[in-house]
C-alpha cells in the first residue's frame, strides 16, 4: 500500500490514498479479530438453531437438556432470542433440507451434530458464506469453512482408559477388550489409542475383542460367553459406557470376582462399580458439548475470536471421585450418563485455549 | 364435441380424468403446504430459494419414481437406498480420477443399469418374490459401497456441485426431462406392458405383452432412477457417502404410496407419487418454519402421511354413497 501511495503525487490523491488505507487496515483488523464466518452484522438477542441429526438415544436428549439449558441462561442475559430445533432421524440428506431451512430462516447461530462426515460440507460453507455462526461438535464434519469444531480425543480416550488398566495390573495380566459397533470412527478412533500402550506393554495379553452395540444387552451376551471359554481373565478394556455394564453383570450373574474395569459415565455402570466394589476407571463425552456450542456461537457473534478447534479435555472418573458423581445420580435418567459439572468460568477457560 | 371429431383428444383427457380420480385430495393437500411454506418462507419464490427447494426433493422424487415404476407391475425393491449411496460413491471415486465428469457419470448409468437388469433377471425368469431378492441385493450392495469407500470421501468436481446444486433451478428442470421421458416411455408398447402386466399378468401375456422382458426393463430403469439420485446427493454434498442412502428406501416406498399407487400393481399414477414425495420434502420444511419441536415432528409426520391416505379414500367413498 504504502509504495503504490508513494508512486501518487498529488497531493489529493495522496491523502485519499491514506484514507483508504487506514480503512483497509481498520477492516482487516476487525476481520482478525473475528472468528470464523463472522461479519460482524448480526446483533444480540440471536437466534439459534440446533441440527441435530437424531434426537432419540438417552445421550441425545440429555445434550439437548444442556442446550435448553444454556438458552434459557443465555436469554435472561438477552443475548438469545430463540432456539429452533430439528431432527433429521437419522437421514443426512434430510439433515441437508434443515440446515437451508435454518439458513433460509436467516438464523444467527447453527450448532451441528452432523450424520455424516462429508454431506453436510457445501451447505456449511453455505451458512458460513452468509455470516452465521456454525459451530459443530461431537461428531464432526471435514469442512473446515464453519466458526468452530468442538470435541474430546477418541484417541485419547483409549490411551488412558489401557495406561489405567496396564498400571492396575502391574503391566501383567490377561485381559478382554469390548469396542463399540466396527467401522464407527469413535470406536474406531478409542480403539487405535489403546493401541501403542498395549504394544509397549507386552506382559498384557489381549485375549479377545468383542465389538457389540453401545447397548448393555449384546454386550453382556457377549462376555458370558467369553467368560465361559476363559477361566482366567485379569482385567476388561471396555471403551463404552453401556459395554462396560453389561461385562460387570456378566461377571456377577456367574459368580465370578470382579476384576478392574474401564467404561465411561453410564449411571448404570457407576453404580454397578460402586454395589460390586470393583476397580473401575471411567471418563465420558460430556453431555455439555452442546451447551458449549450455543455459548461459543453466541460469543462468536459477539466478535470474541474462537478457536478453530476446541479441545476439550477428557473428564476423569476414579474410585477417589465416584461419590461425588452418584451423589448427583437420582438427577439424571436411568439409562442416561452423569455428566461432569460445568459453567460458564469453565467455557470461558475452554474458549481462551489456542 | 362429436366424437367423430376428435376421437383421440376426448378418450385421452377422459382417461387423464379417470387417472386423476382420487388425486385430487392428495393435489390439494400439497398444494396448501406450498401456500403455506411460501407465507412462511417467501424466499421461496426467489431463483436461488426455489433452486435449493427444488434440489433437496429432487434425489426423493428419482427415488419414488424408480419404486413406482417397479410397484406399478407388481414389484418393490427394498435396494433404492443402497443403490443411492452406491451411485454417490461410483460417482466420488471416479469423477475425481482420470475419467473425469463424463466417465464418471458413464460408471454411475451403466451400475444402475446392469444392477437393476440384474436384479429384474432374477425376479422375472427365476421366478423370486422381488422383495427377497431386492432385500439380499439391499445387502450386497450396502456391502460393494462400502469396499469401494470405506469412510465418506472421494470428490465432485466442484463446476459439477455448482451446475447440479447451485444458484439455478438445474435440478427442477431436470425433472421435468425426466417426466417427459415417463411419458414418452409410456406411449411405446414395453411401457404400456408395465401397466399391463402389473394389472393383469396372465392377461398381458396372452395379448402378447413381453411379460419377462417388461419386468427386466422396469427393473433396470428403476436401477438407473435411483443410482442418477446417488449421483445427485454426491454433486449435492461434494463427496461421497457408502450410507447416505439408506434411508431413501423407506422414503421412496412411502412417497409412491403416498401418491397412490398400489402394492398389488397395476394402480396408481407417476404424478401422483411425485406428489406423494413432493409432500414428503415440503412437509420437512413447513413443519422447521412452524417451529415443531423434534418430537411433535414425529407425530405431525405421521399423521400428515395417514391424513393425505385416508381423505380421498373417503372422499371416494362419499362420492360414490
Not at chain 1, 429452533?84 to 447461530?109: E, F, P, R, V, Y
Not at chain 2, 443410482?227 to 439408506?246: M, R, W
Not at chain 2, 391416505?309 to 367413498?317: D, H, K
Amino acid at each position: 500500500m504504502s509504495r503504490i501511495a508513494s508512486n501518487l503525487h498529488l497531493g489529493r490523491a495522496l491523502l485519499a490514498g491514506a484514507a483508504i488505507a487506514v480503512f483497509s487496515l481498520a477492516i482487516a483488523s476487525q476481520a482478525n479479530a473475528a472468528a470464523a464466518c463472522i461479519k460482524g452484522d448480526r446483533k444480540a438477542p440471536f437466534t439459534v438453531g440446533w441440527a441435530n441429526i437424531y434426537s432419540v438415544p438417552t445421550w441425545m436428549k440429555q445434550t439437548e437438556g444442556t442446550i435448553t439449558d444454556e438458552v434459557a441462561t443465555l436469554k435472561k442475559a438477552g443475548l438469545v432470542k430463540d432456539l429452533m430445533i430439528t431432527d433429521a432421524q437419522g437421514n443426512a440428506q434430510t439433515q441437508i433440507q434443515q440446515i437451508q431451512s435454518m439458513i433460509d430462516a436467516n438464523l444467527d447461530a447453527i450448532i451441528v451434530e452432523a450424520g455424516s462426515s462429508t454431506a453436510l460440507n457445501r451447505v456449511i460453507a453455505d451458512a458460513c458464506t452468509k455470516g452465521i455462526a456454525v459451530i459443530n461438535f461431537d461428531s464432526l464434519v471435514d469442512t473446515d469453512k464453519l466458526t468452530a469444531k468442538i470435541n474430546t480425543d477418541s484417541n485419547e480416550w483409549g490411551s488412558r482408559a489401557a495406561t489405567w488398566l496396564v498400571d492396575q495390573l502391574h503391566g501383567k495380566g490377561k485381559i478382554v477388550i469390548m469396542n463399540g459397533p466396527a467401522g464407527v470412527s469413535v470406536s474406531d478412533d478409542r480403539r487405535k489409542g489403546a493401541q501403542p500402550v498395549l504394544a509397549a506393554n507386552p506382559g498384557i495379553e489381549v485375549i479377545t475383542e468383542t465389538n457389540t452395540e453401545y447397548n448393555v444387552a449384546p454386550a453382556q451376551e457377549a462376555m458370558t460367553s467369553l467368560l465361559f471359554a476363559h477361566p482366567d481373565i485379569d482385567g476388561v478394556l471396555s471403551l463404552g459406557g453401556a459395554l462396560s455394564a453389561g461385562s460387570v453383570m456378566a461377571f456377577d450373574r456367574q459368580g465370578r470376582a470382579q476384576v478392574p474395569t474401564t467404561g465411561e459415565n453410564a449411571r448404570q455402570f457407576l453404580e454397578l462399580w460402586k454395589a460390586k466394589k470393583l476397580k473401575g476407571w471411567a471418563t465420558m463425552q460430556p453431555n455439555w458439548l452442546g451447551a458449549l456450542s450455543v455459548y461459543t456461537a453466541v460469543k462468536a457473534l459477539q466478535g470474541q475470536d474462537v478457536p478453530a478447534f476446541i479441545k476439550v479435555p477428557l473428564p476423569v472418573i476414579d474410585d477417589s471421585t465416584i461419590d461425588g458423581y452418584l451423589a448427583k445420580a437420582k438427577d439424571f435418567p436411568a439409562d442416561g450418563y452423569i455428566y461432569s459439572s460445568y459453567d460458564q468460568a469453565l467455557f470461558d477457560k475452554l474458549l481462551a485455549q489456542h | 364435441m362429436t366424437p367423430s371429431a376428435s376421437p383421440s383428444g376426448s378418450l385421452y383427457f377422459a382417461i387423464q380424468r379417470r387417472r386423476n380420480r382420487g388425486l385430487g385430495g392428495l393435489y390439494l393437500v400439497v398444494a396448501a403446504f406450498l401456500v403455506v411454506y411460501g407465507v412462511l418462507f417467501p424466499g421461496l419464490l426467489s431463483v436461488g430459494g426455489f433452486s435449493k427447494f427444488s434440489q433437496n426433493w429432487f434425489p426423493l422424487a428419482l427415488v419414488t419414481m424408480a419404486q413406482a415404476l417397479l410397484m406399478l407391475n407388481g414389484g418393490i425393491s427394498l435396494a433404492i437406498g443402497p443403490l443411492v449411496s452406491l451411485g454417490g460413491v461410483v460417482a466420488a471415486i471416479t469423477m475425481g480420477g482420470p475419467a473425469g465428469a463424463f466417465g464418471g457419470l458413464l460408471a454411475v448409468v451403466v451400475a444402475g443399469l446392469v444392477i437393476g437388469a440384474l436384479t429384474g433377471l432374477i425376479v422375472a425368469y427365476m421366478r423370486l418374490p422381488a422383495i427377497i431378492v431386492t432385500l439380499a441385493g439391499s445387502f450386497i450392495i450396502t456391502g460393494v459401497a462400502l469396499l469401494l469407500l470405506p469412510r465418506p470421501g472421494g470428490s465432485i468436481p466442484d463446476w459439477l456441485s455448482q451446475a447440479l446444486a447451485g444458484q439455478q433451478p438445474t435440478a427442477f428442470a431436470l425433472l421435468v426431462l425426466v417426466l417427459c421421458a415417463w411419458k414418452l416411455f409410456l406411449a411405446t408398447p414395453l411401457g404400456i406392458g408395465v401397466y399391463a402386466v402389473g394389472d393383469n399378468p396372465v392377461g398381458a401375456f396372452r395379448s402378447g405383452v413381453p411379460v419377462e422382458r417388461v419386468r427386466v426393463v422396469s427393473f433396470a430403469v428403476s436401477g438407473l432412477l435411483a443410482a442418477l439420485a446417488g449421483l445427485f446427493v454426491a454433486a449435492q454434498t461434494g463427496s461421497g457417502d457408502p450410507v447416505i442412502g439408506t434411508s431413501f428406501t423407506l422414503n421412496s416406498i412411502a412417497g409412491a404410496v403416498l401418491g397412490g399407487v398400489g402394492f398389488l400393481g397395476g394402480k396408481g399414477t407417476m404424478r401422483g407419487a411425485i406428489a406423494g414425495s413432493l409432500l414428503l420434502s415440503v412437509m420437512i420444511n413447513v413443519m422447521f418454519f412452524l417451529g415443531f419441536p423434534p418430537v411433535a415432528q414425529y407425530v405431525a409426520q405421521g399423521v400428515i402421511i395417514v391424513g393425505a391416505v385416508a381423505i380421498p379414500e373417503f372422499a371416494g367413498r362419499w362420492r360414490k354413497a
